[in-house]
């Protein structure tokens, strides 16, 4: 007989494709690679010229700006976790409005919790290229795969598979390659209906492992960010 907990296995494997959150988490990681281009080329850009003209002491306030800048992309970060995530990410900068310019100067210049953030936001670069080519590897491929019953026959598709030099999909104009070769294996060819079912559920069953591996980076990642912000929040 089957129970309760037994049924909702398979539902929980396959509902992910249905999931509201899944949908969330994926936005959530492909914002993190045009974030964090914008992140590394402000405070990397800020950093560069504020090191470099401190001799001029035009560069101390620059710097000034960029911690303070970290300051307010702090909000903005906890706002897209709290909103993608399903997190309780809070972040308050320090109030420009209520210190003189001296005041808030000192304050960001003494407070540890900006300088945590700057070098959290210049790692964002890094997470967003790793989470990038992990996305669109892991979802255009098995996707291309789902539907060969649909296109293979069509001009201009080709799936060439497990060849010695790699694989690639050809979809027309869309092209996708991987220079991991398959060893010993021949190159397979998917040119016929059989075949062209088979990756179909080939694709079904990688798309459902990669959407849970997603779901399950985007729950690390939210994590993550709410210790990093709780930790340098104790520094106020």
Wanted: proline share 5%; hydrophobic share 55%.
């Amino acid at each position: 007989m089957t129970t309760p907990s037994t049924r909702s296995v398979p539902r929980r494997i396959v509902g992910v494709v249905a999931a509201e959150r899944t949908y969330r988490n994926l936005a959530y990681l492909f914002l993190r690679f045009p974030l964090g281009i914008a992140y590394f080329s402000l405070f990397l850009t800020g950093l560069t010229l504020g090191i470099v003209l401190i001799p001029l002491l035009v560069g101390i306030p620059i710097l000034i700006g960029v911690l303070g800048a970290a300051d307010y992309a702090g909000v903005i970060e906890a706002q897209i976790a709290t909103a993608l995530l399903d997190v309780d990410a809070v972040w308050e900068p320090t109030d420009a409005g209520e210190l003189s310019m001296i005041e808030y100067a000192k304050a960001v210049v003494t407070s540890p919790r900006h300088y945590a953030l700057v070098v959290y936001f210049l790692a964002q670069f890094l997470v967003g290229v790793v989470a990038f080519v992990a996305l669109t590897t892991g979802l255009i491929v098995p996707l291309a795969l789902l539907v060969a019953p649909l296109v293979y026959w069509l001009p201009g598709v080709r799936y060439q598979l497990l060849g010695g030099d790699g694989s690639m999909i050809t979809l027309g104009p869309m092209s996708m390659e991987t220079s991991v070769g398959s060893g010993g294996f021949d190159m397979i060819v998917i040119d016929t209906l059989p075949e062209a079912l088979v990756a179909s559920v080939v694709g079904a069953l990688v798309l459902l492992i990669a959407l849970h591996l997603f779901n399950g980076v985007a729950r690390l990642l939210g994590r993550l960010t709410v210790a990093i912000f709780d930790s340098t929040g104790q520094n106020r």
